[in-house]
């Protein structure tokens, strides 16, 4: 689950990284602050579905499933090979730090983020996003 997690972070890290390049990133809290101003992970579904050994080569993928202004949900699929051995279903929140409340994101992190999501907005929803703790297959 270390390495999984690991690799969740580079993943989210170098996909944030696409719209807030001067970004500081703490990875033990999952916070990305640019500006006075951060996406919060306000949910977050993991579901294991594999195993992977040290030494496994992984990738990860990287979907927006929803994004506006305040927020966006993603869906990460750790891989290897060609089976998903995990996937992190993610609400985050935008927020302005100084007041402590949502707020719209900046022109310049909108703008961004909306050509992500208006580039995925055509793919088929992830297998298993949107699934409740315990729900059946």
């Not at 270390?2 to 807030?20: C, G, H, N, P, S």
């Not at 916070?31 to 594999?50: D, K, N, P, Q």
């Amino acid at each position: 689950a270390d390495a999984e997690q690991k690799l969740y972070d580079l993943v989210v890290r170098r996909f944030l990284a696409v719209f807030f390049p001067s970004a500081e990133y703490q990875v033990t809290t999952r916070i990305t602050v640019a500006a006075g101003h951060s996406f919060y992970s306000a949910e977050t579904h993991i579901r294991h579905l594999g195993e992977a050994k040290l030494g496994d080569r992984l990738t990860g993928t990287l979907q927006i499933i929803s994004a506006d202004e305040k927020r966006f949900r993603s869906f990460v699929r750790i891989m290897k090979g060609d089976t998903c051995v995990a996937t992190v279903e993610q609400l985050c929140l935008h927020v302005n730090m100084a007041e402590g409340k949502s707020a719209p994101s900046s022109a310049e992190v909108w703008t961004k983020l909306k050509a992500i999501a208006d580039a995925q907005a055509n793919l088929p929803l992830p297998e298993g996003a949107g699934r409740a703790v315990g729900q059946k297959k």
